[in-house]
């Protein structure tokens, strides 16, 4: 497991952006994928992004598509979501996350979240 820290949420108007981080530390070096995933008050929580750490593949929720882009720096072990046209039902508690074991179609570690606010 890795630790993840979150960090770049906040409160922004409609149509505004905002750029989350996730900072991974301790036992990067097993990092096979990083993915972003938010959860809405009475929401079960739910995919945004996926991206590939070594390869750099993504992929995205629908909700994101043409908003969202997530990224990765491998050398300084820290994934973005660049958020763009923010509307009010993007309001979540983000989480980052990260696979770094068997089984591969499993993330096993977890973020604390950030808090995006989008107000109308």
């Known amino acids: 497991q890795v630790q993840l820290v979150e960090s770049g949420g906040g409160l922004v108007q409609a149509g505004g952006s905002l750029r989350l981080s996730c900072a991974a530390s301790?036992?990067?070096?097993?990092?096979?994928?990083m993915g972003w995933f938010r959860q809405a008050p009475g929401k079960e929580r739910e995919f945004v992004a996926h991206?590939?750490?070594?390869?750099?593949?993504?992929n995205y929720a629908d909700s994101g598509k043409g908003r969202f882009t997530i990224s990765r720096n491998t050398a300084e072990n820290t994934m973005y979501l660049q958020m763009n046209d923010l509307k009010p039902e993007d309001t979540a508690v983000y989480y980052c996350?990260?696979?770094?074991?068997?089984?591969?179609?499993?993330?096993?570690?977890w973020g604390q979240g950030t808090q995006v606010t989008v107000s109308s």
């Open positions: 301790g036992g990067t070096l097993s990092i096979r994928y």
């Open positions: 991206i590939t750490w070594s390869g750099g593949t993504t």
């Open positions: 996350a990260a696979n770094t074991r068997e089984p591969i179609n499993r993330y096993d570690s």
